[in-house]
């Protein structure tokens, strides 16, 4: 049996991560992710949706970005397929959130926030695209998924501290 799993394609326009969000939830609901899941998901993929839109296609281009979910083993993965010059959000400085509002760069906490949501992170350049990986274990009541032992560390533990 094959795992479940979706693909949105999204045009370059700042319009459709109102349609990203949809596609998430009817996802999530669709795998019964819990809306703790469902919100990790949402905001990781906006915010790098709309930077792809934004610098990596400059917000005119009719490249299109490519969103796919799946679920296997109780975890979430998705994928952003894009063609806008190579660009690893991963890569850049940590943010430091110790720095009040006024003292801290702009730029930087959506990808920080990414980071912290997800278990896994992962970027790579082949053939002319970028590729975003996220995996998330699930946490909702019907994951019926244990966080794996000695993940005190890993960001998006369960322990409400991560997200809103």
């Known amino acids: 049996m094959s795992e479940p799993k979706a693909t949105i394609t999204l045009r370059s326009d ?6 990203l ?5 009817e996802f999530g609901e ?3 992710l819990s809306h703790k899941d469902i919100f990790a998901f949402t905001l990781s ?8 839109i934004n610098y990596g296609y400059k917000g005119d281009s009719e490249l299109p970005i490519v969103v796919t979910m799946s679920v296997h083993d109780g975890t979430v993965c998705a994928t952003l397929d894009d ?6 959000p991963f890569s ?12 801290r760069p702009i730029g930087g906490l959506g990808i920080h926030l990414c980071k912290k949501m997800m278990d896994t992170v992962a970027y790579r ?3 002319g695209h970028n590729l975003v990986h996220l ?4 946490r909702g009541p019907s994951a019926g998924v244990a966080v794996p032992s000695g993940s005190a560390e890993v960001p998006g533990d369960g322990d409400d501290n991560d997200e809103p």
């Open 83 to 88: 063609q806008a010059p190579p660009f690893d």
């Open 92 to 103: 850049r400085k940590e943010v430091d959130t110790t720095l009040s509002v006024e003292d």
């Open 135 to 138: 995996h998330r274990v699930l």
């Open 125 to 127: 350049f082949t053939e």
């Open 21 to 25: 969000s949809e596609f998430i939830a």
């Open 14 to 19: 700042l319009a459709e991560i109102e349609r």
């Open 45 to 52: 993929l906006e915010e790098l949706v709309t930077n792809v």
């Open 30 to 32: 669709a795998h019964g």
